[in-house]
Structure formats: C-alpha cells, structure tokens
C-alpha cells in the first residue's frame, strides 16, 4: 500500500474516531499544557484552521481573531465542531487538505495535530499550499505531538510512510500517517522552502511552532 492509499486510510479513521475523538482531551493531563502556550501564539486577524476536528481549538481562535475559516476531511468531526462552536464569525467546511486549495489569503493559518499526519513525501507540498493561503506579513501557527509521543504509540515499521496503528473503543485497528517532527529538524526542512521558523518543545510530548516567509 503507497503513501496515498495511507492517507485514505486515515481520513476513513479519523471519520469513524469522531465520536470519542474529546476522550483523549478530558483524560490526558498534559494537553492542558499547550493551553497557555497557545494563547502565548501569534493568532490574529482573519484566521484558517486546517484539520479542525471537533473544534477543540476552534472556539480559543474565535475569540482572538476577526474571523475564522475551520476545515476538516470528516463530516463526522465537522458536525460535532459546529455543535461545540457557535461564534458568528466561525464557518466551518468540509475539505481534504491534500486536494484543496486556498481562494483567498489570511493574516494567520493554525493547525493542531496534523502536520504529524502529513506524509513525508507531501510535507513540501502541504506548506506550499500554506504559504498559498497566507496573506503578506502572515504566520503560519502549529502545535503538534513531539518526538517523546512515540513512547505512547504502537509505531509500525516497514510502512510506505512512517505509521502507527490505532485502535478504537470498538476493537477496530487503523494504520495512520505519524511523524513525530525533531523541532530542528523541522526548522532546517522549512528554511530549505524559504520559510523562517520557530519551533520548540512542551513538557515531553508536544512541540510549538511559528514559521513565516
């Protein structure tokens, strides 16, 4: 199976995964971490969110910017957004991020947990399309799993892109794309396409990051 069939796969995972998607937001202790990090982030103005989920991030980047652009592959995790964030000046819609393409600019574009997701071999592409959507003088804004997340995951070798199997409370197993990002690696791959990044670690499993052109 190549890299694209995994991608396929992942977006069929994370539709059935919405309704226990929050679970690991109410029992994990060292989510709360990101919280003051997030509000330390450069979020403003007209902002996009890539992979938006069930909004958990949503509603924090209603009340800090202008307005809020939110996008995800699952209609599943789009209805459960739009139940959670109710702020006027959020639309929602349904895109697979490795097929869309941006028809306006804005000052900020966010992402939580998804660059991880971004296949190797599209990782050029995807901020292509990044740089695409921002506005002059934009931020483009991530949190993410780090390095120390791969200890809490059941990692799969000999795959088409690195991976990690996943199962759900019904006994269903998925393999996901899964890249646990060294913070300076990931600051020199993003120089070598022209961007100027920022990337740190929080506590031992996430990383934060700021990249500009």
Same mark, same amino acid.
């Given at each position: 199976?190549?890299?694209?069939?995994?991608?396929?796969?992942?977006?069929?995972?994370?539709?059935?995964?919405?309704?226990?998607?929050?679970?690991?937001?109410?029992?994990?202790?060292?989510?709360?971490?990101?919280?003051?990090?997030?509000?330390?982030?450069?979020?403003?103005?007209?902002?996009?969110?890539?992979?938006?989920?069930?909004?958990?991030?949503?509603?924090?980047?209603?009340?800090?910017?202008?307005?809020?652009?939110?996008?995800?592959?699952?209609?599943?995790?789009?209805?459960?957004?739009?139940?959670?964030?109710?702020?006027?000046?959020?639309?929602?819609?349904?895109?697979?991020?490795?097929?869309?393409?941006?028809?306006?600019?804005?000052?900020?574009?966010?992402?939580?947990?998804?660059?991880?997701?971004?296949?190797?071999?599209?990782?050029?592409?995807?901020? +292509?399309? #990044?740089? %695409?959507?921002?506005?002059? *003088?934009? &931020? $483009?804004?991530?949190?993410?799993? @780090?390095?120390?997340?791969? /200890?809490?995951?059941?990692?799969?070798?000999?795959?088409?892109?690195?991976?990690?199997?996943?199962?759900?409370?019904?006994?269903?197993?998925?393999?996901?794309?899964?890249?646990?990002?060294?913070?300076? +690696?990931? #600051?020199? %791959?993003?120089?070598?396409? *022209?961007? &100027? $990044?920022?990337?740190?670690?929080? @506590?031992?499993?996430?990383? /934060?990051?700021?990249?500009?052109?």
């Amino acid at each position: 199976m190549d890299a694209d069939a995994m991608v396929q796969e992942q977006i069929a995972y994370y539709r059935a995964r919405a309704p226990e998607y929050d679970r690991e937001y109410e029992e994990r202790d060292d989510i709360a971490e990101l919280r003051p990090v997030f509000e330390e982030l450069p979020v403003a103005g007209d902002v996009l969110e890539l992979a938006c989920g069930t909004g958990q991030w949503t509603g924090s980047l209603a009340a800090r910017a202008r307005s809020v652009t939110a996008l995800d592959a699952a209609p599943e995790a789009l209805a459960i957004a739009r139940g959670r964030v109710t702020s006027p000046n959020v639309a929602f819609g349904r895109a697979d991020l490795f097929e869309w393409r941006p028809e306006r600019r804005y000052d900020t574009v966010f992402f939580a947990f998804w660059l991880s997701h971004v296949p190797p071999g599209r990782l050029a592409g995807f901020w +292509r399309t #990044v740089a %695409d959507a921002l506005a002059p *003088g934009g &931020t $483009a804004v991530f949190l993410d799993n @780090g390095p120390g997340e791969a /200890a809490f995951e059941e990692v799969l070798d000999g795959q088409p892109a690195p991976a990690v199997r996943r199962t759900l409370a019904d006994g269903s197993e998925h393999r996901v794309v899964k890249v646990f990002h060294e913070p300076e +690696r990931l #600051v020199r %791959d993003l120089a070598g396409w *022209g961007w &100027t $990044a920022r990337v740190r670690t929080v @506590g031992t499993a996430f990383i /934060a990051g700021t990249a500009v052109r």
